[in-house]
């Protein structure tokens, strides 16, 4: 099923042992996402949890940068408070953290706005020593988009979280750790490696009792937001 599909702003690759990989590829702005973009992720990750082929997905991004957040040259042309833009990007925040497959994020450079965000809602969050994350939506008159402020308070505090929020502040890739945000933080050029082994082992468990592993952490996060 994946494995037919074109994108344009992605490169994927589908492992024999099930692993999805699908990498953002916009370097000119550093995997910043246009709207077709978004659509074309949400797309994705669509045919993926279909697709029984596929056990476990890794997003990640290409030429040394997560996502850095929405593409700010469609700012002016797209309104970022658009029910067309919003919707996309909640539609991938809703597929990425209610979804039976798990995803697991690896965080290779910058993860601003929407890339923070996108991480955010996945299942397992790994990192490179040269992984940021910021939401510096403020900056340009927004707000982040994806329920960011809500998981990043879940992650590491209100008043934590306030200071990403409304100070700028960057989180580079062990402190994601020590924070409780990700995982583990290895060098650039393992990353990858250490994804795909956490991938595999994820693939080991028994595939059917994933969703329902999945459908009850994710019914213990709808009963504490009642």
Known sequence: MLKEMKFEHFLMEIREDGIAIFAAHR??????LSMAAWAELALFLETAQRDD???VIIFTGSEGSFVAGMDISEIGRTDPYDASFLGASQKVGALLERGAK????AVNGPAFGGGFEIALACDLRIVSETAMFALPELGIGAIPALGGTQRLCKFIGVGRAKEVLLADKRIKGQEAVDLGLATKCVPDDQLMEEAVKLGITDGKEPTAL???????IMAKRIKEQA
């Open 27 to 32: 370097p000119k702005v550093k995997n910043a």
């Open 53 to 55: 082929d596929v056990r």
């Open 102 to 105: 798990p995803v697991i994020a």
């Open 210 to 216: 994933i969703p329902r592993y999945q459908a009850a």
